[in-house]
């Protein structure tokens, strides 16, 4: 299941694409953290950007969350752990309820508009 941290976002990749790869992980019971490299990239690819933050957590913002009852101001973010230089990780417990709501919804209102 390590592989699915090998995904690679291309010009040919699709919503599709990225949305299995998110529910591969929200349904794994092996991975226990994620990188948050890893959840950038995606996030990028969603059309999210990471904005400022303090102390340990990552925030993003993405403009189609902006009027979402959820997500104030379009903001949504997670609590990250440092596993010293620059690796930094997402718990995948805190992925399944407070990112993977998140990016599932902001792939359903781009497949709307």
Do not use: C, W
């Not at 699709?14 to 794994?28: C, G, I, M, R």
């Not at 010293?84 to 599932?104: E, I, M, S, T």
């Amino acid at each position: 299941m390590k592989s699915i941290f090998k995904f690679k976002i291309t010009e040919q990749t699709t919503l599709q694409d990225v949305e299995n790869v998110l529910d591969k992980l929200f349904e794994s019971k092996q991975i226990k953290e994620i990188p948050l490299g890893f959840i950038k990239k995606i996030v990028e690819f969603l059309g999210g950007e990471q904005v400022h933050a303090t102390g340990s957590s990552v925030r993003f913002y993405h403009q189609l969350l902006v009027d979402h009852e959820f997500y104030y101001k379009g903001l949504f973010q997670i609590h990250k752990t440092h596993k010293g230089g620059n690796q930094d990780f997402v718990l995948h417990r805190n992925f399944k309820k407070y990112l993977y709501p998140a990016l599932k919804e902001i792939i359903a209102l781009k497949k709307i508009n």
